[in-house]
């Protein structure tokens, strides 16, 4: 066998392509793993306070680094850059790197987590539209920001609680007048008052030269008009990170990847872990959990394939 031929191959370095990695490499397994950011989405995570046995909590950086080191150390091989598409021939997975490098491997893991979603809307790709407060708000610290955030659930009230820390006034925009948020987060946004909640609104445009210098929105029973911003954060929702498949697969109707109570999707072999499939938790846990398991389960597959 070449040396680009592996037992497993693993898709995606957040905690869940690392947990399979530090599985897979415990059990014996020949793994490769594409992931260009170490830690994943947990790099956005200021503070990780719900992972057991951290007590005082850490960084998400922290958190992603020291897992990364930990399967390292265990020998696991990781390539830092992105898997360009993964297909599927004679029970072989077949992938091609960033180079047009071929690897193959019996099995997969596919843990590309999720992205969020974008307005369609005039002028998408602006600069100052961004997704992460904790990553992107501290570059409007000290400006006398005007910021908007749009969605109405829990993430977009944590957006508008963390920006309106340094912001002068955040906008929390919100398509409907039900608010998905908890009551929690409702009373919270209530009492800081440097937010203003505004519902029953949608925005249809951005508008500026290079950055986003205003916004259109319109409002039900006042019409449109636009309002001055410095920045915009869509909390709108995630899809899965599927690009790379270049295969036939079952998903659910939102797009996550199905998987059976082995974490195996509909191709024989290929198995999903984390925010990127069917799960009903999108946390660091759930993903390590996840990888843990579908390793785990590659690997009886595997077993099962050399005997039969
Ligand atoms: C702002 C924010 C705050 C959060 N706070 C918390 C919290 O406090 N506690 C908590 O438990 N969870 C939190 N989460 C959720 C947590 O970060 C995710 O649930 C977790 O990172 C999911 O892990 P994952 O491995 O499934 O996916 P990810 O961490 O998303 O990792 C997937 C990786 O795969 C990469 N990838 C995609 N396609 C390819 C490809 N073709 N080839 C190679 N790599 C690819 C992606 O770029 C990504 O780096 C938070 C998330 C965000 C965004």
């Not at 397994?29 to 850490?58: C, Q, R, W």
């Not at 009492?191 to 929105?217: C, K, R």
Request: aromatic residues 6%.
């Amino acid at each position: 066998m070449s040396d680009n031929h592996y037992d497993l191959m693993i898709l995606g370095a957040g905690p869940a392509g690392i947990t399979a990695a530090l599985y897979g490499q415990r059990l014996g397994l020949k793994t490769i793993v594409f992931g260009d950011i170490p830690g994943g989405s947990s790099y956005m995570i200021e503070h990780l306070a719900n992972f057991p046995g951290l007590t005082e909590g850490t960084s998400g950086t922290q958190f992603g680094t020291m897992a990364f080191q930990q399967a390292q150390k265990e020998g696991a091989n990781f390539t830092l850059t992105r898997l360009e598409s993964l297909g599927h021939k004679d029970n072989v997975f077949v992938g091609a790197d960033v180079d047009g490098q071929a690897h193959t491997a019996l099995s997969a893991i596919v843990a590309t987590g999720r992205v969020p979603k974008r307005l369609a809307v005039s002028n998408p790709n602006l600069r100052g539209v961004h997704f992460c407060s904790i990553c992107d708000g501290p570059l409007y610290r000290g400006k006398n920001a005007t910021l908007a955030v749009v969605g109405s659930d829990n993430t977009a009230a944590q957006h508008a609680l963390t920006l309106a820390r340094t912001a002068d006034k955040v906008l929390l925009i919100c398509r409907s007048q039900a608010l998905k948020m908890d009551a929690v987060h409702k009373n919270q946004i209530k009492q800081q008052s440097n937010i203003s909640l505004m519902v029953n609104t949608e925005v249809s445009g951005y508008n500026g030269q290079e950055s986003v210098e205003n916004i259109e929105i319109s409002e039900k029973a006042k019409g449109r008009k636009d309002l001055t911003v410095d920045g915009i954060f869509l909390a709108i929702g995630w899809r899965p990170n599927l690009s790379t498949l270049n295969l036939e697969v079952q998903k659910t109707a939102e797009g996550y990847l199905e998987t059976n109570d082995k974490l195996m999707t509909s191709v024989p072999g290929l198995f999903a872990a984390g925010d990127v499939r069917d799960t009903d938790m999108w946390q660091v846990l759930t993903a390590c959990a996840d990888g843990a398991r579908a390793a785990k389960y590659a690997a009886e597959y595997l077993e099962k394939l050399t005997q039969g």
